[in-house]
């Protein structure tokens, strides 16, 4: 007779009474009830509404038990834990397994923390609106477009990849492709025992080891280090370098100088100025390889040098240089060094965005560079409303010393920023020390004291001449009168040094102005007028102060003969 079996120590219920279990069919059966509603109906009816929200609960109250409810997709069932909870026959209309397992999607899972974004996003995957942009997409295309986190599928496509990786990329333990040695003792040990050890060398199967000294062992460690301290990116150019300079497929060879235009970019963003360098050298040293490079491959690379230059590209180098005024900028003038003529505007642009002086700095003495050969942009750039980019342009055109550069410069008398109107004064009197001081004019009606003091200090010099006819619409504003007399006494002398004769006979009328209206503001005038006509000393003007002697009221008489009968005044320098 035979012994009954031991009972067991836990009994281990049905499968059809396991709580998860039932809880999972009651989910699928509400789901293809939502789906059937929602497609029969719309999922905006109030019904599929109802159904989603319930579906939700259940789902959200079930993955609080269960953290993940993940299903092997057969052709028409899905089974959970080795079991079938879903199969043709409970299906309400289109089976939802077999519309996922001919989409290729073999596993589904749904996480703890599923939102209802996430979930209506999963279910507009699955029935998605016939008319919609994405219609025509299979189901695993429209998941992976909504990128969501806590519903994940497995392809069929990814399970065949990994087993086939599986299978042809495992790498061996040994051997060859095996780990690196931790030191070359270790090699040389180990060779030793193969061949039957020895001081000088062994031999086994082929294999010959030598012993390496203490000196030897330190330099190949020095190297090694120096190789470990390379920048990871020159080591990827240095490979591109080796495939340009090896490849004969046209194709490849497209592909791999494409890097270069993205490459370009993030080392704009990451401020690596010495890398970017390397770059641009590498560049121009590929377009002459022309025994390796077509010239579609030519114009490719000509194409990522002249994009280098635009003003979208050079805006990349704003996020590193505005970030902070530690920024280091070593290597960024030797980068935009490299650039030709054409990239001036898009310098000019990247100058008057950058927020710390250092770094303008850096950039206005690399325009400097470009403009000694390419002045014409800079001139245009004159026209740009921001006053440091302005005033930057104007240092670098006074540098660079050609007269010709004044004419635009002299457009800008009436800049609005005062601090422009200061520089373009300073250009002026540097680039053009002498001639006509027409433009200077402009600057006697300025709003700002100190540039209209400087302007008549320019003119007053004697090396300006300015026809009495730019003068007089000054002198005839109804304010003139009740300028400083210092500053009216400034503008005579300007007017005499720079006119000349040709101003007498407007002196010659102040001196017998009359009138009881203003009568000390015309005194005042008069007077300076006299001091001005005793400075010039030619005969035109002392025959307007005899003039005045005879014509003018006492005090005009006295001041008019006092400076007939003085010795000549000297002209101040």
């Known amino acids: 007779m035979s012994q009954p079996s031991a009972a067991p120590l836990t009994k281990i219920p049905p499968r059809d009474t396991d709580p998860e279990i039932v809880s999972v069919k009651q989910l699928l059966r509400l789901l293809d009830r939502m789906a059937k509603s929602a497609r029969t109906y719309g999922a905006t009816n109030a019904v599929a509404a109802k159904f989603f929200t319930q579906f939700y609960q259940e789902l959200s109250t079930h993955l609080e038990s269960y953290p993940t409810m993940g299903f092997l997709v057969q052709r028409s069932e899905l089974f959970f834990k080795d079991q079938c909870v879903y199969a043709t026959e409970e299906a309400l209309g289109e089976n939802l397994a077999f519309k996922l397992y001919s989409d290729g999607i073999r596993e589904l899972a749904f996480h703890e923390g599923v939102t209802e974004e996430d979930l209506r996003a999963f279910l507009d995957s699955l029935w998605g609106a016939s008319d919609g942009s994405d219609a025509d997409d299979d189901i695993v295309t429209r998941i992976w477009a909504k990128n969501l986190t806590t519903i994940t599928v497995v392809t069929a496509e990814e399970i065949v990849k990994s087993s086939v990786e599986s299978d042809l990329f495992r790498l061996s333990e040994n051997g060859f492709l095996g780990p690196a040695p931790e030191s070359l003792r270790d090699v040389v040990a180990r060779e030793k025992a193969r061949g039957g050890g020895g001081p ?20 190949l460690a020095q190297e ?26 046209p194709a490849l060879l497209t592909k791999a100088i494409e890097i270069f235009g993205g490459a370009i970019d993030a080392l704009m963003r990451a401020g690596n100025w010495v890398t970017l360098i390397e770059i641009t ?28 230059v635009q003003p979208d590209r050079l805006k990349l180098l704003e996020t590193p240089l505005n970030r902070s005024a530690d920024v280091c900028i ?32 850096a950039v206005t003495n690399v325009l400097a560079a470009l403009g000694k050969d390419h002045p014409d942009p800079l001139l245009r750039a004159l026209t740009d409303k921001r006053p440091h980019v302005v005033k930057a342009i104007i240092a670098i055109l006074v540098k660079l010393n050609d007269p010709r550069f004044a004419e635009a410069i ?19 009197a540097q680039l053009r020390p002498t001639g006509n001081g027409g433009k200077l004019v402009t600057f006697v009606n300025d709003e700002e004291e100190l540039i209209r003091l400087n302007a008549l200090k320019l003119l007053s010099s004697g090396h300006y001449t300015a026809p009495f006819d730019v003068w007089e619409p000054l002198l005839q504003q109804e304010q003139f009168a009740d300028r400083p007399p210092a500053e009216k006494r400034a503008i005579f002398h300007a007017i005499r040094a720079s006119a000349g004769d040709a101003a007498v006979p407007y002196w010659q009328t102040l001196l017998a102005d009359w009138g009881w209206t203003g009568r000390q503001k015309k005194e005042e005038l008069a007077l300076v007028a006299v001091d001005a006509l005793a400075r010039l000393g030619t005969p035109a003007a002392r025959a307007a102060l005899e003039y005045g002697q005879k014509k003018g009221n006492s005090t005009i008489r006295q001041a008019c003969t006092t400076a007939l009968t003085s010795p000549p005044r000297q002209r101040p320098a």
């Open 410 to 428: 002299e457009k800008l008398v009436r800049y609005p920023d005062a601090s422009v109107r200061r520089e373009v004064l300073r250009a002026i």
């Open 224 to 249: 090694i280090e120096a190789e470990s301290a390379t920048d990871p990116t020159m080591h990827v150019l240095e490979m591109i370098k080796v495939i340009l300079a090896s490849e004969s497929s």
């Open 281 to 308: 050298a590498l560049l121009r040293e590929m377009e002459a390889l022309s025994g390796t490079l077509g010239p579609a491959h030519k114009e490719q690379i000509r194409a990522i040098l002249a994009a280098s």
């Open 200 to 219: 000088g060398r062994g031999s086994a199967a082929g294999l010959v080891g030598y012993d390496v000294s203490d000196e030897e062992m330190h330099k």
């Open 330 to 361: 070593d290597g960024l003038a030797d980068y935009l060094g490299q650039l030709s003529g054409d990239a001036i505007p898009s310098l000019c642009a990247l100058l008057g965005n950058l927020q710390f002086p250092e770094h303008r700095t």
